[in-house]
């Protein structure tokens, strides 16, 4: 299934989480395990957030991005690929989260 994302969405920049779930309702209620294409013509900006909640709710699915400018590119790798800080005792978050 390919998913024309500037049709469903009528605009160059995406930022919200809500304007992913707006692409992913239709997505899982008709085609829940299909392969899914997202053409990304159009599209001039895709915000951390927005990404974020569109890709996790795509999660597992076999999943290939077109037409994303470079601009989307990177940001779908920051997305996924920011390292992640890992905190084992109540005492590691008091001294980076002061009260």
């Known amino acids: 299934m ?3 994302i500037y049709k469903i969405v009528d ?11 707006r692409i992913l309702q239709p997505i899982d209620e008709e085609y829940r395990d299909a392969p899914v294409t997202l053409d990304f013509s159009g599209i001039t900006f895709a915000s951390r957030p927005f990404l ?5 709710g795509l999660k597992g699915r076999e999943l290939k991005i077109i037409n994303a400018n470079k601009n989307v ?8 690929n ?13 001294t980076l989260v002061t009260i």
């Open 2 to 4: 390919e998913i024309k």
């Open 11 to 21: 605009t160059d920049t995406l930022r919200h989480r809500k304007t992913a779930q």
């Open 52 to 56: 974020h909640e569109l890709l996790s």
């Open 73 to 80: 590119e990177s940001m779908v790798r920051i997305t996924f």
């Open 82 to 94: 920011k390292p992640r800080l890992i905190l084992e005792t109540s005492d590691e978050i008091k």
